[in-house]
């Protein structure tokens, strides 16, 4: 089941020297460094949080990690602690954060040793150790940080503590995607809240890494630099030529005609029946090209979010053949974003002319049968011709 984290903040206080008061509430869920400059604020990206400042202790916890290992925060004492909220099932925000954690600490290069990501369960439905287990390895994360759980009433303390909104509405888990620093000497001073955007990921980690910086002795450069500017995006109303995996290009945008076009990423195999998916759109693009009068199929992969650049090949030389359709690699999120993907996996049909038809969320409604699929088809090109 896909764990959708659309989120509203509805707000946040501290309780100065004691921790955090009531924050932070969820609906349908999810520092500069003196050698860095910031960007100027008019060019911010809208889809980027640049972080909100914070002076108070971080409530103390102790939990599970993904070993069945005991973890403590304070163990991490004299280390800056990035601390994010996870859903160890989630399909949406969080594997954009994740990404984002580990691009942060990539950045920083040798002064990454001083830093420890901290991961805590967001789920009431997924709180063994099994679950934080699965998606550190989905993720290639296993031994890149510490994802905790424990049972639900320890849980729940900590999201208390820490303003966490966390819950099963309408079979979905709501949770507030926050991320906190917390500084060598134990107290929090940064909040972010992820978005759902691929394409700023990158964005993101940078702004943590500069943070982070900020709270080191040696406040050491980052490797590169990356522009905070607002991403333009690629949606279908725009020509736009990927790179094919396997080789090879795949072109979209007006002029190419309708298609169907499938977002996705290879660790949605955890959390859906990926390859089963993949085969019946190849069923019907079979029909497609036979025709049968209906759009072709393109498959788009979230290089932005893949845990490993071999990852995607990996995944598809697993299914024993070639597809019968192109599966492009995204490898900026512009176009994820520009064609208005929430999750993943993620099915929309677009018009010739870059109008959307429809659009439908496989992690949360599941694979359609064929049958199903031709009818949504047939029904909003019928719509379109009106």
């Known amino acids: ?17 004691v921790g955090i008061g009531t924050a932070i509430a969820a609906t349908r869920s999810s520092g500069t460094s003196t050698t860095q400059m910031a960007p100027t604020p008019g060019l911010r990206n809208p889809a980027l949080d640049p972080g909100t400042r914070l002076s108070a202790v971080a409530p103390r916890f102790t939990l599970t990690d993904q070993f069945g290992k005991r973890v403590s925060l304070s163990s991490y004492r004299g280390k800056v602690v990035v601390l994010s909220f996870n859903d160890p099932e989630c399909t949406t925000i969080c594997p ?19 830093v420890q990501l901290l991961g805590v369960g967001a789920n009431p439905d997924a709180t063994q150790v099994k679950w934080v287990r699965a998606y550190s390895r989905a993720h290639r994360m296993t031994h890149k940080w510490r994802f905790l759980t424990g049972s639900l009433p320890e849980l729940r303390r900590v999201w ?20 906190y620093l917390i500084d060598p000497r134990g107290r929090l001073v940064r909040l972010y809240m992820a978005q759902m955007a691929y394409s700023s990921v990158s964005q993101l980690g940078y702004e943590i890494a500069q943070s982070i910086s900020a709270l080191l002795p040696s406040h050491p450069a980052l ?13 279908p109303r725009k020509a736009v030529t990927l790179p094919r995996s396997g080789g090879g290009t795949v072109r979209l945008g007006p002029g190419s005609g309708p298609h169907l076009v499938l977002f996705f990423d290879s660790w949605d195999s955890e959390v859906t029946n990926l390859r089963g998916g993949l085969e019946r759109l190849e069923r019907y693009a079979t029909a497609a090209e036979a025709g049968a009068g209906h759009p072709p199929v393109v498959a788009i992969d979230e290089a932005t979010v893949e845990p490993a650049p071999d990852a995607l090949p990996h995944f598809l030389s697993s299914l024993g053949h070639r597809l019968a359709y192109p599966v492009a690699i995204d490898r900026t999120g512009r176009v994820a974003d520009g064609y208005r993907a929430q999750d993943s996996p993620w099915l929309t049909l677009v018009s010739g002319s870059g109008r959307f038809l429809f659009y439908e969320d496989i992690a949360v409604k599941g694979w359609p049968t064929l049958s199903q699929l031709r009818q949504k088809i047939h029904e909003a090109l019928a719509r379109a011709k009106r």
């Open 1 to 17: 089941m896909s764990r959708r984290l659309h989120w509203t903040v509805l707000g946040i206080a501290l309780v100065a020297g």
């Open 96 to 114: 954009l954060t994740t990404t984002a954690l580990l691009h942060a600490k990539e950045l920083l290069g040798p002064a990454a040793s001083s």
């Open 160 to 179: 208390h503590a820490y303003g966490i909104e966390a819950a099963v509405i309408r079979g979905a888990i709501d949770h507030t995607p926050a991320t």
């Open 223 to 235: 490797r590169g630099f990356t522009s905070l500017a607002e991403v333009p995006l690629l949606g």
